[in-house]
């Protein structure tokens, strides 16, 4: 999540941006009217008769390694046959720029949109979450392949992030124990080749696209990968399943997800254990996040603005009970 003051729209940021891709002016306004903004602002336009995706990021937001392990890890997957989404070079041949904006400093990439429906909007079917597994471990098994020119982070620099983000916004002192404690546990955990790589970290049922014709899951926004274990990855994806499904349709979605993962790469005894210390990750890593998010008041908010502060400040306090004694 952006800070808040980045989450307004702003189109004449977006054309100045898109004066370096090219594009189809004549329905531009249109296309950037379907913006969303939450970790990166993404503006919609089309380039040809593709319907495709300019992303910016305020450079105070991004760590420009990130950036480019990423997309150098989207080029490994595609050049591996595996369905990530496409980045578009800029009229420069760059696939990320930094730019000195009229609104200051921004990273901005494009990447054109992928077949299908996000497995959020389907009905979760067995064949769907069977596909979904499967997308995961070829994911898991080319990472296990892959080594980057330049690395992204890796969860001990994600925690030292942490540490800084709680100093600085004065986190409560149960949340500084849970930090030391994860900290400690996290470390008595082995790395291996076989356990530990780039792992996508938002592997969540909005960024996965399925498409019934080809019976195929394309997958998007690597922006979050880490250097972690695998089983944080499906950690995470356990944890939105269980939020979007009632119990029994959960243990069944869950089922196909495991065969399909399975088929393709172990879930060792040790993962599966291994899950509730990737579930106090997810909850501390995600509470710095917003906390920092949050952090900035204004006056006169929008209503939207408003309404979205209070269920942010929920999802703060729902982790920090988490992590209470």
């Known amino acids: 999540m952006l800070k808040l003051k980045y989450l307004f729209e702003n189109y004449a940021l977006a054309k100045?941006?898109?004066?370096?891709?090219?594009?189809?002016?004549?329905?531009?306004?249109?296309?950037l009217s379907q913006f969303r903004i939450s970790s990166n602002a993404i503006y919609p336009f089309l380039h040809g008769e593709k319907r495709c995706f300019l992303r910016l990021a305020p450079t105070e937001e991004k760590q420009e390694n990130n950036i480019i392990g990423e997309l150098e890890f989207i080029r490994f997957l595609?050049?591996?046959?595996?369905?990530?989404?496409?980045?578009?070079?800029?009229?420069?041949?760059?696939?990320?720029?930094?730019?000195?904006?009229?609104?200051g400093e921004y990273y901005a990439s494009?990447?054109?949109?992928?077949?299908?429906?996000?497995?959020?909007?389907?009905?979760?079917?067995?064949?769907?979450?069977?596909?979904?597994?499967?997308?995961?471990?070829?994911?898991?098994?080319?990472?296990?392949?892959?080594?980057?020119?330049?690395?992204?982070?890796?969860?001990?620099?994600?925690?030292?992030w942490t540490a800084g983000t709680l100093e600085a916004y004065g986190a409560p002192?149960?949340?500084?124990?849970?930090?030391?404690?994860?900290?400690?546990?996290?470390?008595a955990l082995p790395i291996r080749s076989d356990n530990?790589?780039?792992?996508?970290?938002?592997?969540?049922?909005?960024?996965?696209?399925?498409e019934p014709q080809a019976k195929l899951c394309?997958?998007?926004?690597?922006?979050?990968?880490?250097?972690?274990?695998?089983?944080?990855?499906?950690?995470?994806?356990f944890d939105c399943l269980a939020e979007e499904l009632a119990a029994d349709a959960l243990q069944t979605a869950k089922e196909c997800f495991l065969r399909g993962y399975c088929e393709l790469r172990a879930f060792s005894e040790e993962a599966k254990l291994s899950l509730p210390?990737?579930?106090?990750?997810?909850?501390?890593?995600g509470y710095a996040r917003l906390r920092r998010s949050v952090a900035e008041q204004f006056e006169n908010?929008?209503?939207w603005l408003v309404q979205l502060r209070k269920k942010l400040n929920a999802s703060i306090a729902g982790k920090e009970s988490a992590m209470r004694p």
Do not use: C
Request: proline fraction near 5%.
């Open 16 to 31: 100045e941006a898109l004066a370096h891709w090219e594009h189809d002016a004549a329905s531009l306004d249109d296309m």
């Open 78 to 103: 595609r050049g591996h046959g595996y369905a990530a989404l496409t980045p578009i070079p800029a009229r420069s041949g760059e696939y990320y720029l930094r730019l000195t904006t009229s609104f």
């Open 110 to 160: 494009a990447f054109e949109e992928v077949p299908g429906v996000p497995i959020e909007s389907t009905d979760y079917s067995p064949e769907i979450m069977y596909a979904y597994g499967r997308a995961l471990a070829q994911l898991h098994n080319l990472s296990e392949r892959f080594t980057p020119n330049t690395r992204k982070w890796t969860h001990r620099e994600a925690l030292d």
């Open 173 to 187: 002192d149960f949340v500084f124990r849970e930090l030391n404690a994860l900290k400690s546990a996290l470390e």
């Open 196 to 210: 530990y790589g780039l792992v996508h970290y938002d592997f969540e049922p909005d960024n996965v696209f399925w």
């Open 218 to 237: 394309s997958v998007i926004d690597f922006d979050d990968g880490i250097y972690h274990w695998y089983a944080l990855d499906l950690e995470q994806v």
């Open 277 to 285: 210390l990737m579930h106090r990750f997810i909850n501390l890593y």
């Open 301 to 303: 908010e929008p209503d």
